[in-house]
C-alpha cells in the first residue's frame, strides 16, 4: 500500500535500525548476522529451517526493537508482519534446487514489498548491499511485466488413487505407483499437471529398504510416505528407522531426540527440533504407536529454547553463550530393538 523507492546501496557499514538483509541460505545469513554484529548493530535472524516458534520470536525481537536489524531469507515473508524500513539485498542470485540463476522480476518485487510497513512508514526503501546489484533491482521494480497468463491445475494422488492404480499395475510399493501416477497419468491432458512428486518418492524408497516396512497396511505406508521431512540431513534416515521400528514392535520412543549430538549447538538443536516435529506429526496419525508424544513436545520446546539462545547470543555479542544449553526432557524407552540399517531389495 506504499510507494517503493530504490536508494543507493549502503554497505554493511551503512545498515541502520529497521533494516532487513535478505540473503538466500542459511550459511548466509549467519554469516551476515557476524558481520551486522561487528557493525554494532543487535540483530534476529529469520530462516525457513527454524520452527515457526522461533521465527516468531526472533520477529518480535526485531518488533520491539531488541534486534535493530534483521537479517533473514526470503521465508521473510511466510506468515511474518514486520515494521521493515528498508530492505536489504545481500545477494540477486538464488540456488532453486537446480542451478544459481538471477531473481526474477516478481521474486524481487515480493521480496521488496516486505519495506515501509503501512501505518508505520509513509514509503519502502529498497536497495542491495552491493552497489552493482541495485540497477537490476531498479529495472524490476520499473518495469512492467505482463500479466502471467493461466496455467494448468496441479493434482496430486489421494490414496484412493494409488489404491485403484495399484490394483491395476499390480503392486502396492508407494513409490512405484508414484511414479507410475508422475510419469503415466494425465500425460496428455493439457489442463491438468501432476505435482512435483519427486521427494515423496525419494522417501517413500527410503522406507521400503527398511526391514519390515513393507509388511505395514498400505495406508499406513501412503502416510508415511507423505511426512513433512526434508530428503537432505538426517531426518530421511531417521523416518526409515522409525518406520521399520513401527512394522517390528507397534511402538517408536523417539529415545535418540535427546542423544543427538555434534560440534556445532544451533545445528544440533534446529536437528532435534525439525526430526521431534516429525515425531510429532506421526504421533497425531499414530498415537499407539509413537507413544512419547508429551515428553517429546517437551524435548521440542527446550530446543527451540536453545537455538532462540543461540541466535539471542550471537545477535547481540557474535557468540553462543555458554548457558544457553536446553535442559533435556526425559523419554520413555520401550526394550530398544536392535536393527541393521536399511539394505536394498531385489
Known amino acids: 500500500m506504499n510507494p517503493l523507492r530504490v536508494v543507493p546501496a549502503p554497505g554493511i557499514v551503512g545498515l541502520r535500525p529497521g533494516d532487513a538483509v535478505v540473503a538466500f541460505s542459511r550459511r548466509a545469513v549467519v554469516e551476515y548476522q557476524a558481520q551486522v554484529v561487528r557493525a554494532g548493530l543487535p540483530s534476529a535472524v529469520i530462516y525457513g529451517s527454524l520452527s515457526p516458534g522461533v521465527r516468531r520470536r526472533e520477529a518480535e525481537r526485531f518488533r520491539t526493537g531488541a534486534a535493530q536489524v534483521v537479517v533473514a531469507t526470503d521465508a521473510i515473508g511466510l506468515g511474518l508482519n514486520l515494521p521493515i524500513r528498508r530492505v536489504v539485498f545481500a545477494a540477486v542470485r538464488k540456488f532453486d534446487g537446480v542451478e544459481t540463476r538471477l531473481l526474477t522480476p516478481q521474486e524481487i518485487r515480493q521480496i521488496a514489498g516486505r ?16 552497489a552493482r546489484d541495485v540497477g537490476l533491482i531498479r529495472r524490476a521494480l520499473e518495469g512492467r511485466t505482463p500479466p502471467a497468463p493461466e496455467g494448468p491445475i496441479w493434482i496430486s494422488p489421494t490414496d484412493d488413487h494409488l489404491r485403484r492404480l495399484g490394483t491395476i499395475i499390480g503392486t502396492t510399493r508407494v513409490s512405484r505407483l508414484l511414479d507410475f501416477f508422475r510419469t503415466r497419468v494425465l500425460a496428455n491432458d493439457p489442463q491438468l499437471r501432476i505435482a512435483d512428486l519427486s521427494a515423496q518418492i525419494e522417501v517413500a524408497l527410503a522406507l521400503e529398504l527398511a526391514d519390515g516396512f513393507l509388511e505395514l497396511p498400505f495406508e499406513t505406508r501412503s502416510v508415511y510416505s507423505r511426512a513433512p521431512v526434508s530428503t537432505r540431513g538426517p531426518g530421511i534416515n531417521v523416518l526409515a528407522r522409525w518406520g521399520a521400528e513401527h512394522a517390528r514392535r507397534g511402538l517408536v520412543s523417539g529415545d535418540e531426540l535427546a542423544r543427538l549430538a555434534g560440534r556445532d549447538r544451533l545445528l544440533i538443536d534446529e536437528d532435534r527440533s525439525r526430526l ?14 509413537y507413544i512419547n508424544a508429551v515428553e517429546v513436545a517437551e524435548l521440542r520446546d527446550a530446543a527451540d529454547s536453545g537455538i532462540q539462545a543461540t541466535l539471542r547470543a550471537r545477535g547481540t555479542h557474535g557468540a553462543a553463550h555458554p548457558a544457553a544449553a536446553p535442559r533435556r526432557a526425559v523419554i520413555r524407552r520401550p526394550p530398544r530393538p536392535s536393527y541393521p540399517k536399511p539394505r536394498r531389495r531385489h
Open 115 to 130: 519495506a515501509g510497513r503501512y501505518g508505520l512508514h509513509e514509503e519502502g526503501l529498497v536497495t542491495a548491499l552491493d
Open 276 to 289: 521431534a516435529t516429525l515425531y510429532l506429526w506421526l504421533a497425531q496419525r499414530f498415537p499407539a504407536v
